[in-house]
């Protein structure tokens, strides 16, 4: 799309007003500077990990020999401990979800400008939430199967501790975000900060966290078919088992089975999440 | 003043509380009833997932444990007494967190760039049929639905051991997520400037160029860098299936049971997820102000 002659003037516009049609130099070039230095960036991290078409397009050959291996998806006679272990999965990621839940709730008053007048306090249950969320769910796991075992409980532990973290944070959020005049009616007609709390802050809350509570359910529940692979339980054991005995066929089963259950529960959760906080949207 | 308190007439009260305590009643048995369903719930999940509270305080002291022992180094002093001995790898690991972080930047990029070329694909107002966008959008939730950990785990068969699975990874999950993200966006924006573009005689690239990035831009480039942040604390992890970074180093440590080494991998990896928090977030800030002020 050229500019095309509108006017009957154009290059007697062109030369009067040029510095507003071109833009300022900083305009101009600013775009081809971070361009130029993402791709430059991009070409030394492809020098540095070693990227080559040497290693791409063979790989990408036997991909597809993979995915041609993977029709038709079969259980292989393995369905009845697939289903355990998929309860499994699913068990470890409501659990932990609802433990960090509960465990979250008191950290998130501690963590908020309007409940938590004590700055030092604030700032350390802040920085204990991003310590614990900066490692990462399955580093977790590995500590927990050094203190309960191998197994499924290891699991739940390690979804527990990585989600504190995520939700003190959501929830110190959302009582920050929350209208004042409901606390400070309650603390005029005498009620001490606690019951401007429980009936101030928590029934707006409320409504907010469990919807956030919700979506986390979801996304932990992908995150447990994951935790297996280290040895925490649940369905990820067997995917990583038939990858390394390269079962295709039943590996692409129990990647469908994972998508299956992620979609049932996604479903649930929101329409578990109308019918508690209604049409209204997540940051209200 | 008190007297100045209308006093409603006993009958009119009892009127009007009857309907209050009914409706009270009827909050509370459905609360009474959900937290029964999720009573219920908890014990069968805590059945299936092996829960043991009396293993659990059994072994909690070994929890503690673990975490002191971590700060301990081989001759028995405390790390903080001698950083030279606890950070003793620190060149190594200094390298193997500089790849993680390009690994993360090339999977956030790699996925971002797909990202944008699918993305209008799957929106109401952008896409060339519905079918198209049925296809588009199914595409886009297998790549985020897959964890890509399992992504990683047939691409470390697939491509060898080694970053390049990893970042292929990372790839593949950033694009489905940012394209479900992207879309949205381009839902939300202002069609007159597209409707411009395609009376002048624009073809539909041409009028995602000129009409739609324009104003998208900016929100493109915040949400690719939130990702970039998930990104980095997910390639921490991708040393454990052999596909690049420092999790491999982690990995052994946390196997060998070399206390001092993971606690400082560990201090490592936090330092540097809260670094690039923090830059990132000053970035997008700076992306997403000045778009409003103007």
């Known amino acids: ?284 | 003043m008190a007297s100045a308190i209308p006093v409603l007439p006993d009958q009119r009260i009892a009127e009007l509380s009857a309907p209050y305590r009914e409706a009270l009643a009827a909050k509370r048995r459905t609360t009474l009833v959900g937290l029964l369903v999720l009573a219920v719930l908890t014990m069968a999940a805590a059945r299936v997932a092996e829960v043991d509270p009396g293993k659990f305080l059994a072994n909690i002291s070994r929890f503690t444990d673990y975490f002191g022992r971590l700060f301990y180094l081989d001759t028995g002093k405390l790390v903080f007494t001698d950083v030279a001995e606890w950070f003793w790898g620190f060149g190594k690991w200094a390298r193997h967190i500089v790849d993680t972080l390009l690994i993360a930047y090339l999977g956030t990029l790699l996925g971002a760039i797909f990202g944008f070329f699918l993305c209008f694909a799957a929106t109401v107002n952008m896409a060339v049929s519905p079918a198209q966008r049925f296809v588009a959008r199914r595409f886009l939730e297998f790549c985020r639905t897959v964890p890509e950990l399992v992504f990683a785990l047939i691409f470390v068969v697939a491509f060898g051991l080694g970053p390049v699975p990893g970042v292929l990874a990372i790839m593949i999950h950033t694009l489905g997520a940012l394209g479900k993200l992207f879309a949205e966006v381009v839902e939300n924006i202002d069609m007159k400037p597209v409707e411009g573009a395609i009376a002048a005689g624009a073809t539909r690239w041409q009028a995602i160029r000129y009409a739609v990035v324009p104003q998208v831009l900016p929100n493109f480039a915040s949400y690719a860098l939130l990702r970039f942040e998930i990104n980095v604390r997910g390639a921490s992890v991708m040393g454990f299936v052999g596909a690049g970074g420092i999790g491999a180093e982690l990995i052994e440590a946390i196997r060998k049971f070399y206390y001092s080494d993971v606690s400082a991998i560990l201090v490592l990896i936090i330092a540097t997820v809260m670094v690039i928090d923090v830059v990132t977030e000053r970035i997008r800030h700076g992306l997403i102000s000045p778009e409003h002020a103007r």
């Open chain 1, 1 to 284: 799309m050229t500019p095309s002659r509108i006017f009957s003037d154009h290059t007697g516009i062109k030369s009067r007003h040029g510095a507003l049609i071109r833009g300022s130099a900083r305009e101009r070039f600013l775009p081809f500077v971070v361009a130029g230095l993402l791709l430059a960036l991009a070409a030394f991290a492809m020098f540095r990990l070693e990227f080559s078409l040497g290693r791409l397009g063979p790989g990408i050959v036997q991909l597809g020999t993979f995915l041609g291996l993977m029709i038709p998806p079969s259980p292989g006679g393995h369905l009845a401990s697939l289903a355990k272990a998929l309860a499994e999965t699913v068990a470890i990621a409501f659990l932990g979800t609802l433990l960090a839940a509960v465990l979250a709730f008191p950290l998130g008053f501690l963590a908020a400008r309007n409940t938590m007048a004590n700055a030092v306090v604030r700032f350390m249950t802040r920085r204990f939430s991003d310590t614990i969320r900066g490692v990462d769910t399955l580093i977790w796991a590995l500590i927990w199967i050094n203190v309960v075992g191998l197994g499924p409980f290891a699991g739940v532990l390690a979804i527990m501790t990585s989600d504190i973290g995520s939700f003190s944070k959501l929830y110190s959020e959302a009582i920050e975000a929350i209208d004042r005049k409901g606390s400070e009616g309650v603390l005029s007609t005498g009620g001490s900060s606690l019951h401007a709390i429980r009936f101030g802050i928590v029934p707006q809350v409320m409504p907010v966290l469990i919807s956030q509570v919700l979506y986390y359910f979801e996304s932990n529940t992908r995150s447990a078919t994951i935790i297996g692979i280290v040895g925490a339980g649940g369905i990820g054991l067997h995917l990583a088992e038939m990858i390394r005995t390269y079962d295709w066929d039943k590996v692409a089963f129990i990647i469908l089975m994972i998508l299956v259950t992620v979609a049932i529960i996604d479903f649930l959760s929101s329409k578990l999440r109308l019918a508690i906080v209604g049409k209204r949207s997540l940051t209200s």
